[in-house]
């Protein structure tokens, strides 16, 4: 953000231009207590085109190079140019100067001042060498050293018509908002605020209205309501009678709407709170108001009556429809977002955009914040495999992607101009990173070739990126550019849209007249391009329309551009040579039709003299405007063609009211301009009369005639030129190589053009040229470069390739996939294509524009389809395959393993999903101690485990763009043992059967054992097995502390075991379920290994494993009965009958470790 000195060289922060009235809202960082205390953006200050992080395409305004989030055309510095009637102030707090104006036209780039430069006066008594200072005194120097090369300064002062009117009762307002209501018409409005820094609101407001063109003011409060808060002022741009004014919200939402040019005004009450509105271009009384919750409303009365278009609108991506490319004037275009998330283009009537009468022109999703529509065309982005896809549909036909370089790999786009039916397109490619190249294209918007390389970028105030390009008004295809070359910025000029460009020449001589000695191309002028964030600082560049030879700018001389040692130039021959005006920056106004030019200067002290120069700034006067010094807040100009009336806004302190100073330049001349005082001019490019296919002359006022020219004359007399090279650019796919030839690109076809034409059709078979748009010449090497009609030759099918349309892999089971079958080459519409999908069904199409819209197709199973396409015609064949993973959405994983082994042991691990068939999988295992993981393609695994102790496992499967985890703990001992549990029956009335059941049930059933035995916790786990009747499975574990000794024995196992055999036996283990519920816990029978943790699914693999789990067990059983040695338990109990369960130890065997039987039981659950 930009700093400006502001009453003592106080810092002053812009925060954003708004539109409507193009106020320009300035405020102090840290004014409110640390920090900034910007206030919001006010409704229509919204940026119609606003920037973004991730490369989408921005829009810059018509007349503007870049795209900024500034919604308005090019202003200059203090002033409004005809049209656009609107200036806002605004004071900063503890200062003596109000630091506000209109927005400006071109690019500007700010320089870092002298932070002592205020304090010390150099701000007031620096000027150029000849120039009187504003006390008065003459600086050393000789005008007279070259009187015809040298800028000439007169040093009488003279004296302006003005009158002063000052706001009385607003000296606390510190915003203001100024309108100049139209042609030939002599009301202004001007609406004052005193912004609370720090409550961040509006807490006062005033009205004023001038009908004699600004002498005097009417102070409205009560015509509006003098308790009502008014926040913004807006003018309908096609009937500047019409008035509109907003509330504050935080107090009443309201519009306040006037027919006669704020002479009376009728309230109206709103439902919603408007951000931005955004008048039709044609019909006065259509309005789209934007509100704060993304909502889009219409209304078809200036604001009296609304109606909801459309709910989740991307703000600033909505859009009336243009005359000549929609036959339905109320046709709104917009960005909606979906409920899931994602972006649609959409199109409706302003009063009839219900669901059914909704059009979707762009087939499918957009990338957020992407829509723009301008002129003739429409522009999306679409993202797929990581890259930008930008499409293009001109006079709203179908949309075709935009084609550049085929490596030019764009990662940002800004649509810059769309004028003249052609498209200026700022593209970042892949190898930059602060620069962009400058690309233009054919009529349709489709096919782009290079006009610039590298032109110098940097970000704007909000972030949105600026390009250092401004485009000359007043003359067609004329811009200037700074390009960077080996880390040095450079401007450059063309004359004919990019086809050329060459470097400034710099002046002949200074402001004295001194020879200054440049010699291209190692020195030459450099020009300041961007629109500065605050009206003081350097970079002011300026043309106008009615004087399309003057142009006015900042910059320097020297080897390259500069932030430092800057001068004002001014060219009056169109950018052939240079002048220079003063050695400080200076803000120029054009008055009658650039027959007087006004400069100001920037200066942070007050001041009352300005500069006048009647013959296009070979010499300047100086005159006063005021007879006390005024800090100057801004200008406004008469609207209209004369532009001979101008009002200064400023203040003679900071606790002053607001000043506006009338000053009438009419006095200045004593006739009109007769015929007699004109002469002839033509426009040039360093002596060649041609541009852009014609000569063109003007009428321009004889630099010695003081007399008003009143109505713009333009251009005298315009004759078209005979073709040659000159007026042709490379065509797409074509490079212009030093010997000026347009050869194809290494990576382009040439007879890739004629692909999509059929055998008895033609088409146009390019000359590797193209004639620049809106060039107007004739004859001459025309016929030679314009691209021919030609046969389109019979082909067989070449470069056959089948896709998906979102260019995915991948389809969801049950829903449409559309595939796109695409030909490099071959005779399209006698062409037999066959469609295999690869699940049974195949389909048979007679030419490609029968599917165009693509091919849909539904797959009812998940798996990997083989998608084959053949393509016939009598000339020859091809064909193309695609493997397409079908998937179903992953619901729920689960992982299944024992909960207790052995150590050193093999465990098998197995994920088990639902629903089973999900397509192709990834599996990633996370156990034990390893830092990486193990991938698979299965869904089981087997590990060992070589220490005791509880052990994490963690299985993560990827379905898609979806990913679901289960966790395991398993315990892993050397020696353990398990008793089958089983319970009172009427638990099983409680049993719901689901995993946090199960979960719940085993710890109470652990607390249980623990309480009625007094085995510590750490010896027991518990786990409660799924299905009924309900049983768990009860594991006594060896315990070793933390310091490694008092680890049990198998004696002390052994003892566990008794005594909770005997504890079970004896009914002592209980617990209460639920008031009135006691269930008892008995001992059921002997299981000779760990059981395996499955998750009931229902299915007959699931039933089949879990019966030959069972049949496994009893064998294991037998084997360990009679071919293992076991340690005995001790006799039994008094207590303890033949035929109770008791309790056997397992003793694993390092060397051959039984085999671990696997029990059908699925998602058991236990407790630790």
């Not at 120039?131 to 040093?155: H, I, N, S, Y």
């Not at 052994?1054 to 079970?1064: A, D, F, G, R």
Request: glycine residues 8%; hydrophobic residues 35%; neutral net charge.
């Amino acid at each position: 953000m930009g700093k400006v000195g502001a009453g003592g060289g106080s810092p002053a922060r812009l925060s954003a231009l708004l539109a409507g009235a193009g106020l320009l809202v300035l405020c102090v960082p840290g004014a409110c207590g640390g920090g900034s205390c910007c206030p919001q953006l006010p409704p229509g200050s919204a940026p119609r085109w606003a920037p973004t992080s991730r490369g989408f395409l921005r829009q810059g305004p018509r007349g503007r190079a870049a795209a900024t989030p500034l919604p308005l055309l090019g202003r200059p510095l203090f002033a409004v140019a005809p049209g656009d009637r609107a200036l806002s102030l605004e004071r900063v707090p503890g200062t003596g100067a109000s630091v506000a104006v209109a927005p400006r036209s071109g690019r500007r780039r700010r320089s870092e001042a002298d932070p002592g430069k205020a304090e010390r006066g150099e701000g007031a008594s620096r000027s150029p060498r000849g120039v009187l200072r504003d006390g008065g005194q003459q600086e050393p120097g000789t005008l007279e050293r070259d009187p015809d090369k040298a800028t000439r300064f007169r040093m009488e002062e003279l004296r302006l018509t003005s009158t002063t009117f000052a706001l009385t009762g607003d000296s606390a307002h510190n915003q203001a908002m100024v309108h100049w209501s139209g042609h030939n018409s002599s009301v202004i409005l001007i609406l004052t605020k005193l912004y609370d820094y720090n409550l961040g609101s509006i807490t006062e407001s005033s009205l004023w209205r001038s009908t004699d063109y600004g002498t005097t003011y009417e102070k409205l409060n009560d015509k509006v309501g003098l308790k009502t808060i008014l926040s913004y002022l807006y003018v309908c741009p096609t009937n500047k009678r019409k008035i509109m004014l907003l509330t504050d919200p935080e107090i009443e939402s309201s519009l306040l709407i006037s027919s006669n040019e704020g002479a009376t005004y009728q309230k109206y009450r709103l439902n919603f709170y408007i951000q931005s509105l955004l008048f039709h271009p044609k019909q006065e009384d259509w309005i789209l108001a934007y509100s704060q919750d993304q909502k889009l409303y219409s209304s078809a009365e200036f604001g009296r009556r609304w109606q909801l278009i459309q709910e989740g609108v991307v703000p600033n991506r909505f859009y009336w429809s243009v005359m000549g490319s929609n036959k339905e004037p109320d046709l709104v275009h917009l960005e909606a977002r979906t409920v899931d998330g994602h972006s649609q283009y959409l199109t409706c009537r302003m009063q009839n955009c219900t669901e059914a009468n909704r059009n979707k022109p762009f087939p499918g999703y957009i990338d957020p914040d992407s829509l723009i529509v301008q002129d003739d065309y429409v522009f999306v982005q679409l993202t797929s495999g990581g890259r930008p896809h930008y499409y293009v549909s001109y006079r709203r036909n179908a949309f075709a992607q935009m084609k550049l370089p085929k490596y030019a790999l764009p990662k940002d786009m800004h649509v810059i101009s769309t004028d003249e039916n052609q498209v200026f397109a700022a593209v970042q490619e892949w190898n930059q990173n602060d620069t962009y190249n400058l690309y233009i294209s054919d009529t349709r918007g489709v096919y782009f070739t290079l006009a610039l390389e590298n032109v110098q970028s940097s970000r704007g105030p909000e972030g949105n990126i600026m390009i250092d390009l401004y485009e000359v008004a007043g003359i067609k295809g004329m811009f200037l550019a700074n390009k960077k070359i080996d880390n040095q910025v450079k401007t450059f000029i063309t004359y004919n849209k990019g086809r050329d460009w060459r470097l400034l020449q710099a002046p002949d001589t200074d402001l004295r007249g001194d020879p200054v000695h440049c010699l291209l191309p190692y020195c030459s002028l450099h020009l300041h391009l961007k629109v500065s964030e605050n009206p003081y600082t350097s970079g002011i560049i300026a043309s106008r329309d009615t004087a399309p030879s003057i142009i006015v700018a900042s910059g320097n001389i020297g080897s390259e551009l500069s932030d430092s040692d800057i001068s004002m130039f001014v060219s009056s021959d169109a950018g052939n040579s240079w002048r220079q005006i003063f050695e400080e920056e200076h803000s120029v106004l054009y008055l009658d039709q650039g027959g007087v030019l006004v400069a100001m200067k920037h200066t942070s002290l007050p001041i009352r003299h300005l500069w006048l120069s009647f013959d296009e700034g070979r010499s300047w006067s100086k005159y006063s405007f005021t007879s006390i010094p005024l800090f100057v807040d801004g200008v406004l100009g008469e609207p209209g063609e004369e532009t001979l009336i101008m009002t200064v806004f400023g203040h003679f302190s900071h606790r002053s009211e607001w000043q506006l100073v009338k000053v009438d330049y009419k006095s200045i001349f004593d006739r009109r301009c007769a015929e007699e005082d004109y002469r002839p001019w033509q426009l040039h490019s360093q002596g060649e009369a041609c541009i852009m296919g014609a000569k063109r002359i003007y009428k321009k006022r004889k630099s010695e005639r003081k007399c008003m020219q009143g109505k713009y004359a333009g251009a005298m007399e315009s004759e078209p030129c005979v073709c040659t090279e000159a007026d042709f650019d490379c065509d797409y796919g074509y490079e212009r190589h030093s010997n000026g030839q347009c050869l194809p690109a290494f990576w382009f076809n040439p007879s890739s053009l004629s692909k999509d034409c059929s055998l008895g059709q033609s088409y146009l078979n390019s000359t590797g040229y193209r004639k620049v748009v809106s060039n107007n010449c004739t004859d001459g090497v025309r016929e030679q470069y314009t691209a021919k009609p030609q046969k389109c030759p019979g082909k067989a099918p070449r470069g056959l390739r089948i896709v998906t349309a979102d260019g995915k892999l991948t389809a969801e089971q049950g829903h449409n996939v559309t595939l796109m079958v695409q030909l490099e080459e071959g005779d399209v519409q006698r062409t037999l294509i066959q469609v295999d999908f690869g699940d049974g069904i195949a389909v048979s199409y007679v030419n490609l524009s029968s599917m165009e819209d693509g091919i849909k197709h539904v797959y009812h199973n998940v798996g990997i389809f083989r998608v084959t396409v053949q393509v016939d015609n009598s000339l020859g064949s091809d064909s193309a395959v695609l493997y397409l993973h079908v998937t179903c959405p992953l619901e729920h994983v689960h992982l299944s393993l024992p909960f207790v082994t052995t150590k050193n042991k093999e465990v098998n691990a197995t994920a088990v999903l639902w629903p089973s068939q999900v397509g192709t999988l990834t599996y990633v295992w996370w156990y034990g101690n390893n830092t990486e993981p193990l991938i698979t393609l299965e869904g089981s695994i087997s590990f060992k485990f070589t220490s005791e102790g509880m052990n994490t496992i963690t299985v993560q499967v990827s379905a898609g763009n979806a990913i679901l985890q289960d966790t395991k703990t398993i315990a892993v001992y050397e020696e353990f043992r398990s008793l089958r549990l089983s319970f009172s029956p009427n638990l099983d009335d409680y049993n719901p059967d689901i995993p946090e059941w199960r979960r719940d049930i085993s710890r109470v059933i652990k607390k249980s054992l623990v309480e009625a035995t007094g085995v510590p916790a750490q010896h027991i786990l518990v786990a409660v097995l799924p299905g009924l009747p309900t049983a768990a499975e009860l594991f006594v574990l060896p315990y070793q502390d933390p310091t490694g000794e008092n680890k049990q024995s198998v004696e002390d196992l052994e003892q566990i075991s008794e005594l909770l055999i005997h504890k079970l036996n004896q009914n002592s283990v209980h617990f209460e379920l639920k008031p009135g519920v006691q269930i008892l816990v008995h001992a059921a029978h002997l299981t000779a290994a760990p059981l395996v943790d499955l998750t009931p699914t229902h299915s007959g693999s699931a039933m089949l494993m879990l019966l030959s789990v069972v049949f496994v067990g009893l064998a294991v059983f037998v084997i360990y009965k009679f071919k293992r040695r076991v340690a005995l338990p001790s006799p039994p109990s008094p207590s303890t009958q033949p035929g109770d369960s008791s309790l056997r130890l397992q003793r694993a065997r390092h060397a051959t470790p039984p085999p671990t039987p696997k029990r059908g039981s699925a998602g058991a659950q236990f407790a630790i």
